[in-house]
């Protein structure tokens, strides 16, 4: 049996080196008592901010000092908790940084509706002699940081009713705390009974895995236990997202935007028919992923596809075991077609203890990029020396790679980018990497494997993320025409479009009509069409780079991966090449899927 290590007997080249942050806790310390003071002083000028030029420069001279401070604060602070979350001494170091993060916040908080609270002519002149004042290196990076605020204008409400949308901001979006307090606290599920008839209590963290099981009356089990539970309270489940959809709306008319999908898209200055385009495109490409099931009930041996089969995998799990090492060479060998300086970079991170690599007892679980700016991204692992952990390295340091890129390029208040295109980079890399491995990989049964790999990363990031889209844009519209939002009325639209998406060849369980409920994400509204899209742009941009070289490297490198957020997220990816506003970009990935499937046919 595999024992799980201590922090302490971990080998040093094997974890991440948080000195380049700070050399010791006692700087920390001392970091953190210098800017817990400091933070303070920025209320001097509230409600004063922009009554004179020698306020705001003073305001925005400690603003840029303080804020990459506190960042690389809480970011140490953080990540040392996470190295190991059993040990005291960083859980207080953690929350002392959260603290003061948020003292922070609310220190500058006057800022943002004083600057929009200006007439246009008085901010621009405003803004023009700060700008000969101070000199900033970047000064369009300026320009767009106030840019940013000041578009908001159209949208704001007088004082006394935007201090009025503060005050009822938490019960109004309270629905989400109440789902994640009955989700995470009070659901249980019935047991699920092993092959070897031992009894396992069903969660959801097992959950993922049980769906997964070979043996089928596993997956079945754990199938109907999870969304039985749900089934029932569905009538509360239903009130409670509702609610979610009710305030999404009032906000969006208080706010006055003609819809709730256009005030959140909004936020990142994304055209409607980016998200109309998607999930059209996808729908025109449903024959492929009804193709897809056909493949995987021939592969599995079944005479009926349920929805409980289609995460287990066709072919069985390669078994050959990858040292931390050879996934490095693997990596490096992988994302060549991104060209020497992208390989340094990443040969840079590798050798100098970006990535803590193993688990240890105590360790956050899962993988993440985290970094700060004016220092190298960060990367946490918990490597088992399996090909899914092959990829996930991939994965992470094409995030890590996004941010080095935006950080050594932008200033610190245009460093960071999009939600919408958090995850392209990333994509993009593993995307690389499944084609090396294609094109290298001779083994009918290693090949297939990598196929199954990646015909699931489009079957559960683009065809479920859309479908996803698609069962939030129907309620909300529904919700807007003046319709009663009731667990018949979501359960209907949900299963209807899991029949649309799977086609007529895969048995619709009526259990899964009670899935909505069960997806957090629902409570951050129209959220989850970025992964879809952004897997979308990632997978074009791999098929263009491997295509066009050099050329396609300068548009992704110097174009996107250093744009960090100077530009919207739609035109940064025009540079790197791919236009998601056009239906050619979505469909460009699906080609992709669709040799995929070509291929794994050959196989099997």
Not at 54 to 68: G, H, V
Not at 286 to 313: C, E, F
Not at 507 to 534: C, K, L, N
Request: hydrophobic letters at 40%.
């Amino acid at each position: 049996m595999k024992t799980i290590v201590e922090r302490t007997e971990l080998q040093e080249e094997d974890t991440w080196k948080l000195e380049d942050l700070f050399l010791t806790d006692s700087e920390w310390e001392e970091t953190y008592k210098k800017y817990y003071e400091k933070s303070e002083q920025m209320l001097q000028w509230k409600g004063k901010v922009t009554d004179s030029l020698e306020n705001f420069s003073a305001f925005m001279a400690l603003y840029c000092e303080m804020s990459p401070a506190i960042e690389r604060l809480y970011v140490y602070a953080h990540e040392k908790y996470h190295q190991d979350t059993t040990n005291a001494t960083y859980q207080a170091l953690s929350e002392k940084a959260t603290a003061l993060a948020v003292r922070f916040s609310a220190s500058v908080a006057y800022f943002e509706p004083e600057v929009l609270a200006m007439e246009d002519e008085a901010f621009d002149t405003l803004q023009k002699k700060w700008l000969e004042l101070s000199k900033p290196a970047q000064e369009e990076a300026y320009i767009r940081f106030f840019g940013e605020i000041r578009r908001g204008k159209a949208h704001r409400l007088s004082t006394e009713l935007e201090e009025l949308l503060v005050q009822a901001k938490e019960p109004l979006t309270n629905a989400n705390t109440v789902f994640s307090m009955f989700n995470n606290a009070d659901l249980t599920f019935s047991p699920v009974v092993l092959e070897n008839g031992e009894k396992l209590e069903l969660t959801h963290g097992n959950f993922s895995t049980l769906i997964k099981h070979k043996e089928r009356s596993v997956r079945k089990q754990a199938f109907e236990s999870m969304h039985r539970a749900y089934g029932k309270f569905e009538n509360t489940l239903a009130a409670m997202y509702s609610t979610n959809v009710k305030t999404d709306i009032f906000y969006s008319k208080v706010r006055k935007y003609k819809s709730s999908l256009a005030q959140a898209l909004d936020k990142s200055h994304i055209p409607e028919q980016v998200y109309e385009n998607l999930i059209s495109v996808v729908h025109e490409n449903l024959s492929q992923l009804h193709r897809y099931m056909k493949i995987r009930k021939n592969a599995l041996g079944v005479d009926t596809l349920h929805l409980y089969d289609v995460y287990v995998p066709m072919v069985d799990t390669a078994e050959k075991k990858v040292t931390f090492s050879e996934a490095k060479d693997i990596v490096k060998e992988g994302l060549k077609p991104l060209g020497e300086e992208y390989a340094q970079i990443l040969d840079e991170g590798f050798r100098n203890r970006w990535i803590d690599i193993y688990e240890n007892k105590g360790k956050r679980s899962g993988a993440y990029s985290w970094g700060c700016y004016g220092v190298h991204p960060y990367v946490l692992l918990n490597y088992q020396e399996d090909w899914n952990s092959v990829f996930t390295l991939a994965h992470e340091m094409g995030h890590a790679l996004h941010s080095y890129f935006s950080n050594r390029t932008q200033a610190y208040v245009t460093a960071d980018y999009e939600i919408f295109v958090a995850e392209v980079a990333s994509t993009c890399n593993e995307a690389l990497l499944i084609h090396y491995l294609l094109e290298n990989t001779k083994d009918k049964k290693q090949r297939a494997y990598f196929i199954n790999y990646q015909l699931e990363q489009f079957r559960t990031t683009l065809f479920r993320q859309t479908m996803f889209a698609e069962f939030e844009w129907k309620v909300h519209s529904l919700a807007e025409s003046g319709e009663a939002l009731t667990a018949a009325k979501l359960k209907e639209i949900y299963f209807e479009l899991n029949q649309l998406y799977f086609g007529k060849d895969t048995e619709i369980d009526e259990e899964i009509a009670m899935e909505w409920a069960r997806i957090p994400h629902f409570y951050t509204s129209y959220y989850v069409y970025q992964y879809a899209t952004g897997y979308a742009a990632a997978i074009a941009l791999s098929a263009r780079i491997l295509k066009e070289g050099k050329k396609a490297i300068d548009d992704y490198i110097g174009g996107f991966l250093c744009g960090g957020g100077s530009k919207d997220p739609i035109d940064l990816l025009k540079i790197a090449g791919v236009d998601m506003g056009q239906p050619s970009a979505v469909q460009a990935s699906l080609d992709v899927f669709k040799n995929l499937l070509d291929q794994i046919e050959e196989i099997l």
